[in-house]
């Protein structure tokens, strides 16, 4: 598989080859106390007197007086604004990253001795701009700075400063640092009856209009060294925010006293202080910028992280795979992870003529812990499925290991002379780390010691004798903790080890394995994303409808995962060749109560319209769910659709804490697909569209439902609006044909 990544851009400078001349399509105009450039898409005007710094989008957007500081360890914070001296120019530069203006903005002058340099790219191509702030000692001096806390963008209510978003309803979204603990993604907005909110987001976040989606993404770029923290606070006027951070050196600890959507259990999970960096210069992450239409600015923040970090391509269909995990019986802590007549379930799906018929199934045995069989019952089983033309995946978690708490010192890391105590992270009071509390337990490892790569050999070794072709790695984010102690003291932070951990394994894995070997990351930080062919968009699920269904966990539904897939769809094409929303269930997910023909139907619906690979974990030792599959699984629509699966564009985000979502997507393409879902188990959901809500033409549309391909409605020619009904708790897909 291919690895397609440009030049990696640290900081901005480097990246850029100045040029004479004028860019058409930008405009700079000096005054006596500031400079503004401007293009069609923004505008950045730099005080002289103050060195703030406003930010101007066609959408109505403002940040006005921003800011930029680091907090270095000796000279304390330094802001931009406290600074004696601001000095602004511009160049234009032209290279792979687009064409545009430079703005680089030198404040000097501070007791700390430390200048602090801006840089602000405003792209003609482009309608997103990057910036980022580098701080070093000024006129000189010698001697290193070291800062855990640098940003590249703040809004300060002391400097006066704010974040307006426009629009009756105006949303901050808030995004949890990992998938883990079936954290949700939060749509914070203001009501006059509640105290102003205020909170963290990470990585990325936005302001938007809920009405028509308009407003400004931000985020972070750079995943190599920095965790990247969005700290706001919502002022009581509506759609103002008067405190922003996009500040890097996030490290946050859970904290069970908190509820786990507002810091219980949503942020990084350390255990100790973010590291350091420490040099002559040090540098913020490149932080996006983009107004407009967020789903847009969604769609160009994916790619341009993709554009200066790479990411993966897969040629040939996507993979359709089974997963032991979800069959009753089957738990890696009881030591059962392959459930007893288990040939009777590739057997069966050998029978599903659609499912075969792109590519050879994979019959991914799930585990916490491969000891638990001999890797000779593997080779073994995948010989028997490979004789139906299926394939073997394989699972393994490279950057943690469960183990009994009081038996740490005594117990060795597989493929290795080490014990799991010479190999784990370190707390702040230098305890081991677990990342799984209990006695029985998932201690961290640290990716940068010489026993996690020799870990890594052995199981992707394990993975070749037993002929995998597919691999799932799982708590990934273990790596990512920050450490007081690491085998490699160049190694700063915990993003820095991850990083080097992931780029570690792919190219493990592409030597011993090859590189047509299908990665997919379930338990892990959103970025980096180079390094695997899709990444769970929430944590387990289930297949049950709502959350607060009776009799089923209160976590792990289809509405769950698809109201955090409303904000997520654009990964798909961007990061990753596709998303992977866990695997759908036929009849009952291990001891969980029978889900309704209506709820498997939901769920494969919602795994469409987020771009995933079709997954699946049940137990086909069962007549109802080969019925079902028959039905569902095999549906020769279905099947096609996901041999090359797209994300459809949100309609309706998921809006609010409410299990009544009702959202709405579509794919444009020949035959444009509609999603409708209706997790409102009372009332109808009825909603009326326009064709250019949907990019429709001017003729003739027939309405087919999507499983049947038989006619449901028709939209007339020059008919401009059409309505859909969904009825409580349940799902619609349809196909807009054009009759010629």
């Not at 409410?658 to 697909?673: M, N, S, V």
């Amino acid at each position: 598989m291919k690895f397609q990544k440009r030049t990696v851009i640290k900081y901005l400078v480097p990246c850029l080859l100045l040029l004479p001349g004028i860019v058409s399509a930008q405009k700079i105009t000096k005054y006596d106390d500031s400079l503004v450039v401007s293009t069609g898409e923004s505008s950045v005007t730099v005080n002289y007197k103050t060195g703030r710094l406003n930010y101007h989008f066609g959408n109505g957007v403002v940040l006005s007086n921003t800011i930029a500081y680091v907090n270095e360890l000796s000279g304390g914070y330094v802001p931009t604004s406290a600074c004696e001296k601001h000095e602004a120019s511009t160049n234009e530069f032209n290279n792979d990253s687009g064409k545009g203006i430079l703005i680089v903005i030198k404040h000097s002058g501070n007791a700390a001795g430390i200048t602090l340099t801006q840089q602000v790219l405003l792209f003609q191509d482009h309608p997103y701009l990057l910036t980022n702030l580098t701080a070093e000692k000024s006129n000189g001096a010698t001697g290193d700075i070291e800062t855990r806390d640098i940003c590249a963008l703040a809004v300060l209510p002391q400097e006066k400063a704010q974040l307006l978003q426009p629009g009756a309803e105006p949303r901050f979204l808030d995004v949890p640092f990992d998938n883990d603990n079936w954290s949700h993604i939060l749509e914070r907005r203001w009501d006059s009856s509640k105290p102003a909110f205020s909170g963290i987001s990470y990585e990325f976040a936005s302001a938007y209009n809920n009405d028509d989606f308009s407003g400004i993404v931000m985020g972070s770029i750079s995943h190599d060294f920095w965790k990247t923290g969005i700290v706001y606070r919502a002022a009581a006027q509506k759609g103002v925010i008067d405190s922003l951070k996009i500040y890097d050196g996030a490290a946050t600890e859970d904290n069970p006293a908190l509820p786990p959507d507002y810091g219980g259990n949503d942020g990084t999970h350390d255990h100790t202080l973010h590291g350091t960096m420490k040099g002559k210069s040090l540098n913020s992450s490149i932080i996006y910028l983009c107004g407009g239409d967020t789903r847009k600015g969604f769609i160009e923040y994916g790619n341009t992280n993709a554009f200066f970090n790479g990411k993966l391509t897969w040629n040939g269909a996507a993979p359709f795979y089974w997963n032991s995990f979800g069959v009753e019986g089957v738990l890696g802590s009881a030591g059962i992870m392959m459930p007893k007549d288990i040939h009777k379930i590739p057997d069966f799906l050998q029978t599903l003529p659609n499912f075969n018929k792109y590519s050879k199934p994979v019959i991914s045995i799930d585990s916490y812990d491969q000891s638990i069989y001999p890797i000779s019952l593997l080779a073994s089983f995948n010989r028997y499925i490979a004789k139906k033309n299926e394939q073997l995946g394989f699972y393994f978690i490279p950057f943690a290991k469960w183990a009994w708490r009081n038996n740490t010192d005594n117990t060795k890391l597989e493929g290795t002379d080490y014990n799991l105590s010479d190999v784990v992270l370190r707390d702040k009071n230098n305890q081991p780390i677990w990342f799984k509390d209990g006695d029985w337990g998932c201690l961290a490892l640290d990716p940068t010691h010489p026993a996690v790569r020799q870990f890594v050999i052995y199981c992707l070794n394990e993975a070749k004798a037993a002929g995998a072709k597919f691999i799932k790695i799982d708590f990934l984010t273990a790596g990512a903790l920050e450490s007081t102690k690491r085998y490699n003291p160049n190694v700063r932070t915990g993003m820095q080890a991850y990083n080097y951990g992931m780029k570690m394994l792919k190219t493990l894995a592409d030597s011993i394995m090859g590189k047509d070997i299908f990665i997919t990351q379930a338990i892990s930080p959103m970025f980096p994303s180079q390094y695997a062919h899709t990444r769970f968009v929430s944590t387990d699920v289930y297949s049950h409808l709502r959350d607060d269904e009776p009799g089923f966990p209160h976590y792990g539904s289809t509405e769950g995962s698809l109201a955090n897939g409303s904000h997520l769809w654009w990964v798909q094409g961007t990061l990753w060749p596709y998303t992977n929303m866990d695997v759908a269930i036929m009849k009952n997910f291990e001891k969980n109560p029978d889900l309704s023909e209506q709820e498997v139907k939901v769920r494969l619906f919602a795994m469409m319209s987020m771009g995933s690979i079709l997954g699946d974990g049940s137990d086909y030792r069962n007549q109802v769910a080969t019925e079902r599959a028959a039905k569902y699984l095999d549906n020769k629509y279905l099947c096609a659709y996901f041999s090359d699966p797209k994300a459809f564009t949100p309609l309706m985000f998921a809006d609010g804490e409410t299990f009544d979502q009702q959202l709405a997507f579509y794919l444009p393409g020949a035959e444009t697909l509609l999603s409708l879902f209706n997790f409102d188990t009372k009332k109808q959901f009825n909603r009326s569209w326009r064709r250019a809500d949907l990019g429709l033409g001017s003729g003739e549309y027939i309405i087919k439902d999507f499983l049947t391909d038989q006619p449901v409605g028709k939209i007339e020619k020059g008919q401009d609006t059409f309505s859909l009904n969904v009825a409580a708790a349940d799902a619609m897909m349809v196909k807009l044909v054009p009759s010629n």
